[in-house]
């Protein structure tokens, strides 16, 4: 099992930038995918970005593609999420989300373990 935790959310104007981290705990990190969603106010969970277990494999939603950076240190058992050129409609609850596989997936369903959150608001 992993306990994730994220930090790094608040406020940012569009065009900024923020950087989130995910730190889990447990062992053997690298065994597990890590993916970052959000979640908008009203709207459903969405998938934003996935590593694999290893780090050499990312796959980004299109709507972040080019602006968001993922990258992973299994030594440190951390993940984080460079975010750039940030809009309003980024704001939402950015959630790390881990599965019991390394390869990642864009279903979000199939990812087993989840943090709290952390706020990401970017006014316009």
């Known amino acids: 099992q992993v306990q994730l935790v994220e930090s790094g959310g608040g406020l940012v104007q569009a065009g900024g930038s923020l950087r989130l981290s995910c730190a889990a705990s447990g062992r053997t990190f690298s065994s597990y995918a890590i993916a970052w969603v959000r979640q908008a106010p009203g709207k459903e969970r969405e998938f934003v970005v996935g590593i694999s277990g290893g780090g050499r494999i990312t796959d980004y939603a299109d709507s972040v593609k080019g602006r968001f950076t993922i990258s992973r240190d299994n030594a440190k058992n951390t993940v984080s999420l460079q975010m750039n050129s940030l809009k309003p409609e980024d704001t939402a609850v950015y959630y790390c989300?881990?599965?019991?596989?390394?390869?990642?997936?864009?279903?979000?369903?199939?990812?087993?373990?989840w943090g709290q959150g952390t706020q990401v608001t970017v006014s316009s």
């Open positions: 989300a881990a599965r019991g596989s390394p390869v990642a997936v864009t279903t979000i369903s199939r990812y087993d373990y």
